[in-house]
């Protein structure tokens, strides 16, 4: 595999305040401190910003020059129901009492999606008084049976967890995009290679969709998970290293990838699109196990055929490495 580079250039840090998401501390992680009410009211001010006044149905915005392009917080603050002052504690990072039935004003009016949705409650609820230190992650043998199932009905098949790090894949999978189990342990994760190994740029079709998606997947994770010493290690590594990224995660999305379809140009099969489903196993709900398939009879269903039957994996390994999504 070919060393990844530094493309991270040209940031002010000392203009990002103490616990900005995009500031790593002294030691090249995230600050630990970073305040839940901060990463609420980022999420808020963030959602706002998205939602035009049209989307919203507000058809008579008022007269005189608007200064933002998404919804004004007395905007949202009339939608849900609530005061402008409480809005604006909120968004502040002055507040995090909000009930669940605030915040379920607040994620109707602001039209977010399900994934979006549980993400705000969970960066308004309560947060553990000590940090737990995150269990290792197991991938359990049923789960491993079926990916070799799917190897065998020529289906490419991998399990990520927290952080998003590839906990397993079948061959297929490894042929179609790199074999993880090859790498290092701390060098399997979708995220890291993402945004760190330059041929991810050649192999996915559409890389922004791809990296917005992989940075919004991992915000999720960080609000599931907001005392994990390893997420903070590797969204300040990210931060420091891919300028992408550090625009990408100061969007403040979040996304959960349940079904869709990626599409690759993979460098001997050529053009490859795929259609993917989530599961999560019933024995960690911190696992996903992600299953892509093609149409029947199309072009990719044949070039995904041909692939099974490649019987030298380390040429396309390290060709195309890439990352799951």
């Known amino acids: 595999m070919r060393s990844t580079r530094d493309d991270h250039r040209g940031t002010d840090w000392a203009t990002l305040p103490p616990w900005s998401p995009q500031r790593p501390c002294e030691s090249g992680q995230m600050d630990r401190e970073y305040p839940a ?21 507000l058809d008579d915005v008022g007269p005189g020059r608007r200064r933002v392009s998404g919804l004004r917080r007395e905007e949202l603050a009339g939608l849900a129901g609530v005061s402008v002052d409480y809005c604006t504690r909120l968004e502040q990072g002055r507040s995090r ?4 039935e605030v915040l379920d004003a607040l994620a109707t009016a602001l039209q977010l999606d399900d994934a979006e949705r549980g993400h705000l409650h969970t960066l308004a609820g309560p947060q553990p008084v000590r940090p737990r230190r995150p269990r290792p992650q197991r991938v359990h043998r049923a789960t491993r049976d079926l990916l070799d199932t799917l190897q065998q009905a020529g289906r490419p098949g991998f399990v990520l967890g927290r952080r998003l790090d590839v906990l397993a894949h079948n061959e297929l999978a490894g042929r179609l995009i790199t074999d993880f189990q090859a790498l290092p342990t701390a060098e399997r ?17 559409d890389w922004s969709r791809v990296a917005a998606d992989t940075a919004a997947m991992l915000r999720l994770d960080a609000g599931r998970h907001p005392d994990d010493p390893a997420l903070s290690s590797l969204v300040g590594e990210l931060s420091i290293r891919s300028r992408d990224f550090s625009r990408f995660w100061a969007d403040a999305e979040v996304h959960r990838r349940a079904t869709g379809t990626r599409a690759y140009h993979h460098p001997l099969m050529g053009e490859v699109t795929v259609t993917c489903q989530a599961l999560n196993p019933v024995d960690d709900p911190d696992q996903t196990l992600f299953v892509y398939g093609t149409e029947h009879g199309s072009p990719s269903e044949t070039s995904l055929r041909l692939l099974a039957q490649w019987t030298d994996t380390g040429g396309v390994a390290t060709q195309a490495p890439g990352a799951h999504d």
């Not at 901060?38 to 706002?48: G, M, Q, T, W």
């Not at 994760?189 to 079709?205: G, I, K, T, W």
């Open 37 to 57: 009410s901060a990463s609420l009211a980022e999420f808020l001010r963030s959602a706002r910003s998205r939602l035009t006044p049209q989307k919203a149905g």
């Open 189 to 205: 994760n979708q995220a890291r290679f993402v945004f760190l190994d330059p041929h991810a740029r050649e192999l996915y079709r």
């Open 97 to 100: 009492s909000a009930s669940a």
